[in-house]
């Protein structure tokens, strides 16, 4: 059984202590496609040495966070075509729009999410989309940037049925991970009235961790724990559900 873990911060400090350890585990749980968002500029020595360290098994994205979109957010854009230019990546992300924590900077958060959806359409790779309490704002520029060329992830779903909809219309497979073992989940709810070749897997870790590790440092292992939930939901097997989000995960990302 081959799982793939779409959305995996694995150069994070918090796997310093244990880093091959915890990718064992994954490999051992069968998971053994990870792909490795980045974040900021200054996480990005940390992902080259992933790489380094696992080439048949981690494959990194490039993109700026939203969260780490302040007044200097020119300078992170200014590396990311840099480093675009200069070597291959498998998506761009992850990007987008995250009004939880601050407002201030939201045009700013537009101008680098729309501007890196467009180096996303002239390499020709997909985008993986954060959103957090700002859908609206997301799919306002979903729709000014929608199209054959755009095609993607939309990271860490969780929002409603609609909102599902309206995604997938964006030619995005929905990233589910540990949200959907939640018993507040929600999306568990509807989730099977979402065609399963809409889906991709994810854990986000080390965030999000799934019951019955809810609270603690997650890790791509943990993946399993989703696939099961998503079993039961489809009323399926686990193969079935690790062989369609493969393939869906390859439809993305191309290997």
Known sequence: MIITDTHAH????QFDEDRDAMMQRALDAGVSRLFVPAIDMA?????????????????????????????????ELDFIKQKLEERSFYGIGEIGIDLYW???F??????????????AKKYKLPV???CRDAFDEIFEVLEGEKGADLFGIFHCFTGNLEQAKRAISYNL??????VATF??????????????????????????APT?????????????????????????TAQEIAAITTKNSKDIFGI
């Open 43 to 75: 996480s990005y020595n940390s992902m080259i040495s992933l790489e380094k360290d696992y080439p048949d098994n981690a494959f990194l994205l490039l993109g700026l966070h939203p969260t780490y979109v302040n007044e200097n957010y020119q300078l």
């Open 106 to 119: 939201l045009k700013q958060q537009q101008d680098a999410f729309k501007t890196q959806i467009q180096w």
């Open 173 to 178: 497979k929905l990233g589910i991970g540990g």
């Open 10 to 13: 694995l150069y994070s400090e």
């Open 183 to 208: 018993k507040n989940g929600k999306i568990d709810k509807f989730l099977n009235e979402i065609p399963l070749h809409n889906i991709v897997l994810e854990t986000d870790a080390p965030y999000l």
């Open 212 to 236: 019955p590790y809810r609270g603690k440092r997650n890790e791509s292992s943990y993946i399993v724990k989703v696939v099961e939930k998503l079993a039961d939901i489809y009323q399926t």
């Open 102 to 104: 601050d407002k201030t």
């Open 128 to 130: 993986i989309i954060h």
